[in-house]
């Protein structure tokens, strides 16, 4: 059984520092991509970050380059976004995906809320 659980949102000031977690299970989580993506309300799902299998290449949407950072530690099973300088516009629903859409294959975590106060 697959399953993406994200963990860390919470309420964080301006200016502050988050680090979301994704724990993956039900597959073989070294040969996927891995991306994090975010929802605001009344707004589209948006991508925030990639990450390809081996952790070596990394991608970001223009708004998070310099602030955000994907990583991902293969061992355990597990991709995490560190957010640093959050601003209120930050604040969304992160979500996990793990990625073989060459082999129609795509999965989803629940969310984490992450709200910046201003």
């Known amino acids: 059984q697959v399953q993406l659980v994200e963990s860390g949102g919470c309420l964080v000031q301006h200016g502050g520092s988050l680090r979301l977690s994704c724990a993956a299970s039900?597959?073989?989580?070294s040969m996927w991509r891995m991306r994090w993506y975010r929802q605001a309300p009344g707004k589209e799902r948006e991508?925030?970050?990639?990450?390809?299998?081996?952790?070596?290449?990394?991608t970001y949407a223009d708004s998070m380059k310099g602030r955000f950072t994907i990583s991902r530690d293969n061992a355990k099973n597990t991709v995490y976004l560190q957010m640093n300088n959050l601003k209120p516009e930050d604040t969304a629903v992160y979500y996990c995906?793990?990625?073989?859409?060459?082999?129609?294959?795509?999965?989803w975590g629940r969310g984490t809320q992450v709200t910046v106060s201003s």
């Open positions: 995906n793990a990625d073989r859409s060459e082999l129609g294959y795509a999965y």
């Open positions: 039900g597959f073989t989580f």
């Open positions: 991508l925030v970050a990639a990450i390809t299998s081996t952790g070596r290449s990394t």
